[in-house]
Each structure stands twice: as structure tokens, then as C-alpha cells.
């Protein structure tokens, strides 16, 4: 059996990303042949990878890339903020983000086949934690501009019919701060319109008040709900004296789409006991 010195050691885990104690052993398993080692290493890891898909990613990032009148926006997800900082990891988001705008791809499964999801396994097992990528989308028209927020958790990407880069990047901006649901009025779903109704139906039959004036206020509240969460309705951030809709359209333009995502939005992260987690990942590593 060749000897395991600490600098083939050293060697396995510059090459590898994992820890001194598992290079070491797998070293000695493979009588000091790094290759076998890595071989080997890549089997077990990969094991160990797998496990850590099943474990929730609600944090991460979202990368955004614009050019000529087509953009993408990506968001990937770690466990924690601790590793969404981590250098490989943003690289590994600006890699994703860079071929979603080469190829236009926006379904995740096809666009992480082949080498990213090969960098993505890698990561998992240099890292120690999952990292799933969520989803992809893309906006295509006369003029498209982005913004990503400061923190690179919100990103927006603008299509209007016409205008500048800069007022869609300021709309971008606008989307990212106030969060619309529908670009007009007309566009919000009639299912949570209804259910808007009946909320306040509720809360205005509880004044009292004669049906006509309750039909009055119920009227009322669902224009307000309307008008708040509609993109052009909303008082714009940089200047509350006008709104987004009076904006665009002051540069002879129109908001046609918006994609918006914030990292980890709408995912269940489920409450796991401190000391029932310890204990399972003693159970992993036996």
C-alpha cells in the first residue's frame, strides 16, 4: 500500500472541495491512488448529495441578465444565507443565469441537464447543503430592462412597446419595491376579486348600515383593492405626484409583461425540533 502523505491529502482536497478526514480515508481505501480516491469519492458523495435534495432550499439567489430586448431571470436556492454568500455558489447562479440567456430556456429541467447539473451536484458535495435550482423566466420585447435589488433576493425584468432601457429599469425598480399583482385592473383573476367581496361584505354588513349604502361600500373597497395592487394605478416611488401608468405613457409607451421573483417566496419551510436535527445528522454521518 503506497503511504498517504498530508500533501496528497492536501492534493484530493483542492481537487475535491471536501474534508480533510474523508480524503484521507478514501486515500487509504484506494492505497494512495488519487485518481481511484476520486473515482470513489464521487460515488459516496454523490449518495450524500442525493440525501440533501430532500432537505428544503428557501433561501439563495436571484441573477438577472438583459440584452437587446431579451431578458432572463433565475432564482437558485440554498438552505441558508451563510452559503448564498459563498463566492462558488454565486458563480455557480451567474453560470445558470448565462446560459438561460444564451439558449432562452426557462424550463429548469432542461436547462440544467447535462454539465450545470454535473456543477451543481459538485457543489452539494463541496458545500454540504442543498442547492436546487427554482425557476427561470423570460421577457422578449421592443424594449426590455431589469433591476435587481441590492440584497440580489428581488430581481424584475420590464417589456414595454416601446421607450428606453432606463424607464423600464425605473419601473423594474417600482415593481420590485411595491409588488403589483396584475399590470391593470382588468387583468386581476375574477376568483380573487370575488373573494375580495366577500371579505368585505362581511366586514360592512357588521356596520349595520342599509344594503344600498353596504352595496356602496363594498364597491368602493374592491376599486381601492384594485387600484393598489394594479402596476399603472400605483403611485410611482421616484415621483408619488404621478403614477406608473401616467409615466409610461408620457414616453408614448406601454407596459406589456413583468416577472418578478424574490427568493424563496411562496415555499413551506417546515419547523424542525433543534435537537431531533442533531440527532439525525449523527445518525447520517454513522
Wanted: glycine letters at 8%; a negative charge.
Amino acid at each position: 500500500m503506497s503511504q498517504v502523505t498530508s500533501a496528497l491529502v492536501k492534493d484530493l482536497r483542492e481537487r475535491t472541495g471536501l474534508g480533510m478526514m474523508e480524503c484521507k480515508r478514501a486515500l487509504v481505501e484506494a492505497g494512495g491512488d488519487i485518481d481511484k480516491a476520486i473515482e470513489e469519492l464521487r460515488k459516496s458523495s454523490g449518495m450524500k448529495a442525493a440525501k440533501k435534495a430532500g432537505r428544503t432550499a428557501a433561501d439563495g439567489l436571484v441573477a438577472m441578465k438583459v440584452e437587446s430586448g431579451f431578458g432572463v431571470v433565475v432564482e437558485i436556492n440554498s438552505e441558508t444565507d451563510f452559503v448564498a454568500r459563498d463566492e462558488g455558489f454565486q458563480d455557480f447562479v451567474a453560470t445558470v443565469v448565462e446560459k438561460a440567456h444564451q439558449t432562452r430556456e426557462t424550463d429548469v429541467a432542461t436547462l440544467m441537464a447535462g454539465e450545470l447539473e454535473s456543477s451543481r451536484e459538485a457543489l452539494v458535495q463541496k458545500i454540504g447543503e442543498n442547492i436546487s435550482p427554482r425557476r427561470a423566466g423570460a421577457v422578449e420585447q421592443s424594449v426590455v430592462g431589469g433591476y435587481v435589488h441590492s440584497n440580489n433576493r428581488i430581481a424584475v425584468i420590464v417589456g414595454l412597446s416601446s421607450g428606453s432601457e432606463e424607464l423600464a429599469r425605473d419601473v423594474a425598480m417600482h415593481i420590485a419595491a411595491v409588488n403589483p399583482a396584475v399590470i391593470s385592473s382588468e387583468q386581476m383573476p375574477a376568483e380573487v376579486v370575488a373573494a375580495e367581496k366577500e371579505i368585505y361584505a362581511a366586514q360592512a354588513r357588521e356596520s349595520g348600515k342599509p344594503e344600498e349604502i353596504i352595496e356602496k361600500m363594498i364597491a368602493g373597497r374592491v376599486n381601492k383593492f384594485l387600484k393598489e395592487s394594479s402596476l399603472v394605478d400605483q403611485p410611482f416611488v421616484k415621483d408619488p405626484d404621478t403614477t406608473v401608468g401616467k409615466l409610461v405613457k408620457a414616453a408614448g409607451a406601454e407596459i406589456v409583461e413583468f416577472v418578478r421573483f424574490e427568493v424563496g417566496e411562496g415555499i413551506e419551510v417546515e419547523e424542525v425540533d433543534f435537537a431531533a436535527e442533531v440527532a439525525a445528522q449523527v445518525a447520517d454521518a454513522s
